[in-house]
DNA sequence: AAAGCATAAATTGTCGACAATTTATGCTTT
DNA sequence: AAAGCATAAATTGTCGACAATTTATGCTTT
């Protein structure tokens, strides 16, 4: 989904997003009469935003039950990140092959942005920058089922983790590096490294994690 | 979902169905009231099974437009054929930790009885024993994602592909011989071997299909 | 005759109402 | 007083109707 086009798709984004942001609780329920109120659409509409949120795997269903928040547990966020792993790994095997050579160029620039700010002190690359970074390379693997699990349904439940557990992206100097040489290996048309170093990054990034949480 | 409740489950599994065996034609248009007369459903009903579709990339929709069946190319085989190797890849790695001595055994025992198939000339073994194998696995991993990406989104695909390019299982014998290394690096609890061997057991699958379609 | 426009037909999107199911309430029985 | 049951209330599931949008039709203009 592009741009939100009907009334299902912004109440599934506003909804989402407040979930996401924490405004509505991990774990509770989902009341269709009430969120109906809530965000002034009928109960139909409700019900397809929660199909969705079922779909990104954000709310669970029960049938003639009803639906809950997923909660949160740091198992559930190490399942996430072996997910990760996998799928951005390849996604950085299949970039090494299939990006151009001008998407190559724009990732370097994109970088080198990085560097510059991280090199001026500011730590605005921790949020934006790593998503970004990760992004052109899911983008760059071509291929849609990758991409489309990773965006509709992986990412936001990160970005879930990250906010309601408090863990403002974290390692920004040494994972500048870790940056650095994917793209290279990337540069390199060297698939094979680009999906070790891919995996590395994001399995450091779950050690990091994991040892804030204990 | 383990077992359809609701009638918009059941739809959405008649429908899902329909679509994989190539009763209802890939790349083709789904008319929601054509098909709530067909299924003798209201159009709510139809429209929510059309949704679950969406999310298993089975059917493309467009906002105010309408839903098509998925076109079939050779390409998409391929791009699927990458995300199984990846996710199936990292399963085979979580099962080797994860999977208990009874539930290792059971697999075992599959195995040979594979085996004895195999040897009695039956070529039963490619269709539902493969399957059966690799669910096995991906259920080991124990990892709820991974589990529902395979099972509800890639493997009904897969299964689309298999029955309407009429692939139907190739290599049994070499793939038998591939199932039982892994079961040994399982076996030997040796994570890494068992993903690598997985990994490779699903790019042979994927070399096999693309020389059979060119 | 081809292109463009206005109107009609058909299709998807949203709504409120009723049905089916689950959950809460309060009574009865022991 | 606790457990079990019947009934009431609340919640989800399904339906048909209307609204909004897209697509098809046929006329007008050049």
Redesign the interface.
Known sequence: MNQP??SA?KTFIALRDDIVEGRIQAGSKLSETELSTKYAVSR?VI??AI??LE?C?IVERK??VGARVVALSPQ?LI??Y??R???E??AAR?AATNMTDQEIDDLSALLQSHFDEVKGGESYYQEAGDVDFHYRIILGSK????I??LFD??YHLVRMYRVQLGMAGPRVTTAYDEHKHIVQAILNRDAELAEMLMRRHILYSKNSIERKLS
Chains 1, 2 share one sequence.
Do not use: C, F, P, W
Request: zero cysteines; glycine letters at 10%.
């Open positions: 086009i009907t798709d139909a019900r397809e199909n969705r779909s795997h049938a003639n559930g399942e996430l072996q997910v792993e996998s799928l790994g390849m299949l291929n849609k089922h990758l489309s699990m349904g992986i």
